[in-house]
């Protein structure tokens, strides 16, 4: 267990639906990042959260919206969804504002499927 | 465009021999570097990293090699075990620049040969 929730674990949808992605960071941390990871493709970094504020954004669609709350806990809203939207969704953690000696901590991902 | 490559999608090794695992960049911005490892169904997990001022750092079986002027860092495995197997991802951030975020290459699928 890395200490990074990620829920739900699995999504299926239709097209047009929306949907919330949620994420504890690991105790202690501060920043909260999402990727994305599509069939073939790297981990896409979409948006940082750092303290409730947004730190960096990366390419994320203007479907998707992004907020960390007071308890440091992440939700990444998916709208207006399409059949290209199915991926896995990563959420990641640091104490600060970028990456550790060692980098991020990640959640086991979400898995959504839009059909 | 992408700015971390790694440009094998698959690697095949047979146990007890060296596995390596090559990443370029372009960002010359980038000063730090990690390889992240994932089995399925999990997270990707750190393994190793390097700062822009080492050539190279070493932790067991695992040590990565930076080579600046040319762009390129490898992950060499040694010896490489059944366990081993998983994909592998390249990642880099400029944290002398604003402590940019991860950017990482599509990673390479590495599978070790009993």
């Known amino acids: 267990d890395s200490g990074v929730t990620q829920t739900p674990k699995h999504l299926i949808t239709a097209t047009g639906q929306r949907v919330t992605l949620r994420c504890s960071p690991r105790s202690g941390d501060l920043s909260v990042y999402w990727y994305q990871q599509s069939l073939d493709q790297g981990l896409q970094f979409l948006i940082q959260y750092y303290n409730g504020e947004e730190r960096a954004k990366g390419n994320i669609l203007e479907r998707f919206s992004a907020q960390q709350f007071p308890d440091l806990h992440s939700e990444l809203n998916l709208s207006s969804l399409e059949l290209g939207d199915s991926a896995l969704y990563f959420c990641?953690?640091?104490?600060?504002?970028?990456?550790?000696?060692?980098?991020?901590?990640f959640g086991s991902g979400t898995r959504l499927t839009v059909v | 465009d992408q700015q971390v490559k790694q440009n094998s999608p698959s690697l095949s090794v047979q146990e007890g021999r060296i596995s390596i695992l090559n990443c370029d960049y372009t960002?010359?911005?980038?000063?730090?570097f990690l390889w992240y490892k994932k089995y399925p169904a999990e997270g990707p997990t750190f393994l190793i990293s390097i700062s822009s001022i080492k050539d190279k750092n070493e932790d067991g079986r695992f040590t990565v090699f930076l080579n600046k002027s040319a762009k390129h860092l490898s992950l060499h495995i040694v010896p490489s075990q059944p366990g081993d197997s998983a994909v592998y991802f390249c990642a880099a951030s400029g944290r002398n620049s604003g402590n940019t975020p991860l950017v990482f290459g599509k990673g390479t699928r590495l599978s070790v040969i009993a």
């Open positions: 960002n010359s911005m980038f000063d730090y």
């Open positions: 990641a953690s640091s104490e600060g504002q970028g990456p550790s000696n060692y980098g991020y901590t």
